[in-house]
């Protein structure tokens, strides 16, 4: 029948494009192609829908992109334990070397040093995660009682737990603790704030 050639085509060629006569470059020269981009010669698939612009996750709806304190804490307390067995052992190390000093290298010598070395890594591993178990409570507590996250749940959380941590010293250690705690918090949350303060100045000098 005349006129096939411009008709589509039939049967399953025709269902899957490799059926009927297509139509040639000079057939579709005069169509515009406005707000379309080249197909992929491997993949029949537009390549605008391979780039990711959005998040990879979905959250809930008033979900924080950041991680809270509970979540953290984990974080927190294995850092800081493997922290502290590592200066432990660094430290531990130079108590051994200085204590046997006067030895020569034997495998008493040795064994002395790895006791040292063992012994200081676990004692400050116990207190530095002691210390960050204390800390990640009293900041996930405070977080949940006043229901916000900001620098000063840190500098609360800090103080309270050199409180608690040199409560058995007395009056003198409660307070020293304290302290301690506060200022190394409030150091950390001013760190944690340089660049916004800086900004701030500046463009109040302006």
Known sequence: MEGGSNSKGTGLGGLFGTGGVGY??????????????????????????????????????????????????????????????????????????????????????????????????????????????????????????RGAEDDLNTIAAGTLTGMLYKSTGGVRGIARGGIAGLTLTGLYALYNNWEHMKDSIAGQSL
């Open 24 to 145: 040639s470059n000079a057939d579709l020269s005069g169509v515009p192609l406005t707000g379309m981009s080249p197909l992929s010669p491997y993949l029949n698939l537009d390549p605008r829908y391979l780039v990711q612009d959005t998040d990879e996750f979905i959250l809930p709806t008033g979900a924080n992109k950041t991680r809270g304190r509970f979540e953290l804490a984990f974080f927190t307390i294995g850092g800081c334990c493997m922290t502290g067995a590592a200066f432990g052992a660094l430290n531990g190390l130079r108590l051994g070397l200085k204590e046997t000093q006067n030895m020569a290298w034997s495998k008493p010598r040795n064994v002395q040093i790895l006791n040292m070395v063992t012994r200081q890594g676990a004692l400050w591993a116990n207190t530095l995660g002691s210390l960050a178990l204390l800390y990640s409570a009293f900041g996930v507590i405070i977080e949940k009682t």
